[in-house]
């Protein structure tokens, strides 16, 4: 197993475009959790989903904001209409149960024009 | 909600020598999780060390020790003959009943040669 993978790893975009972002797991985890972090600060819950169930939904995630995770399989994020406030690491982690480790991937950066 | 406190924004420690991060935590559950991951500079969160709140023993993992009190809702960690390597953004999270994370601000650790 080659840890949790996500696609792209860089995203550049005018304000007002719609952006995708991927999300491969560890392929045993059920659950699949999203982050945002801003430069210097600490990551920030956005949703978490387990198995093909979106569980929890954070009021960060605004009506811009969706996420799947069709099969339980890997996820994906959508930002439509993108704003300059989008602008930030996205991180998705993976973990088989609660209290256990939750491995993170490398994040997808975005940068919003 | 719950809160996570990191009130070191940067430290710094000679190779060879004994640093603390401070961590404290807001909750009212008695049941919960508690971790350090650490982010080096443009690479991924790794976990360091995972604290269960209904163990008392403190946790450890090779130099890396934790002084967990539970009464002050205090969790610190404690890096033992540290290396250059050791460098990097050092997160504390709680994870919460619903099983996200919530994470600190951070603490920059600097290892000086």
């Known amino acids: 197993d080659t840890g949790v993978s996500q696609n792209p790893r860089h995203k550049i975009t005018k304000r007002g475009q719609n952006v995708t972002f991927r999300c491969d797991p560890i392929s045993e985890h059920n659950r699949l959790y999203w982050y945002r972090q801003t430069l210097g600060q600490g990551p920030e819950f956005l949703t978490y989903?387990?198995?093909?169930?979106?569980?929890?939904k954070s009021r960060l995630l605004s009506d811009r904001f969706s996420a799947e995770r069709p099969k339980g399989s890997f996820s994906t994020l959508e930002i439509q209409r993108t704003e300059q406030g989008d602008s930030a690491m996205y991180l998705c982690?993976?973990?088989?149960?609660?209290?256990?480790?939750?491995?993170f991937g490398p994040g997808t950066r975005l940068t919003v024009l | 909600a719950q809160t996570v406190t990191q009130s070191q924004p940067e430290m710094s420690v000679q190779e060879a020598e004994t640093v603390t991060l401070s961590c404290t935590y807001d909750?009212?559950?008695?049941?919960?999780?508690l971790f350090w991951y650490k982010q080096p500079p443009s690479r991924q969160m790794i976990l360091v060390i995972r604290?269960?709140?209904?163990?008392?023993q403190n946790a450890t993992e090779n130099r890396f020790s934790v002084n967990f009190q539970k009464a002050a809702k205090s969790f610190s960690l404690k890096i033992s003959d540290s290396q250059l390597g050791d460098a990097a953004m050092y997160f504390c999270a709680y994870e919460e009943y619903g099983n996200k994370l919530v994470f600190g601000a951070g603490t920059i650790l600097r290892v000086k040669s």
């Open positions: 982690a993976s973990s088989l149960a609660r209290g256990n480790e939750q491995f």
């Open positions: 909750t009212s559950e008695s049941d919960y999780y």
């Open positions: 989903f387990q198995n093909e169930a979106q569980l929890e």
């Open positions: 604290q269960e709140a209904y163990k008392q």
